[in-house]
Nanobody
Framework: QVQLVESGGGLVQPGGSLKLSCSAS????????MGWFRQALGKQRELIAR???????FYADPLKGRFTISRDNAKNTVDLQMNSLKPEDTAVYYC?????????WGQGTQVTVSS
């Protein structure tokens, strides 16, 4: 079993930046893909970005350029640097880890972009 814990959410003004972190623990297979998703109120959960343990990344087109994903394999952590935040970025942000046929989720962290 794998446990994921997100941190770093909060309230930020439009145009501001925020960095989310996710720490994974438990039975982690070294080869895996970690990612960030978000779910706004009344909307479906959507992919933001993924990063493989090799370092290869994939970004959802609408968010490419403002958000940057990174990971530390030694610490089993994945970060999401978010810049130029907009009110429409308000959502619960979830960390995800996929290894083989298993997929794990964190509990989510709220990000609110408002003046």
């Amino acid at each position: 079993q794998v446990q994921l814990v997100e941190s770093g959410g909060g309230l930020v003004q439009p145009g501001g930046s925020l960095k989310l972190s996710c720490s994974a623990s438990g039975s982690i297979v070294s080869i895996n893909t970690m990612g960030w998703f978000r779910q706004a109120l009344g909307k479906q959960r959507e992919l933001i970005a993924r990063i493989h343990s090799s370092g290869r990344t994939f970004y959802a087109d609408p968010l490419k350029g403002r958000f940057t994903i990174s990971r530390d394999n030694a610490k089993n952590t994945v970060d999401l640097q978010m810049n130029s935040l907009k009110p429409e970025d308000t959502a619960v942000y979830y960390c995800n880890l996929v290894s083989g046929f298993s997929s794990y989720w964190g509990q989510g962290t709220q990000v609110t972009v408002s003046s």
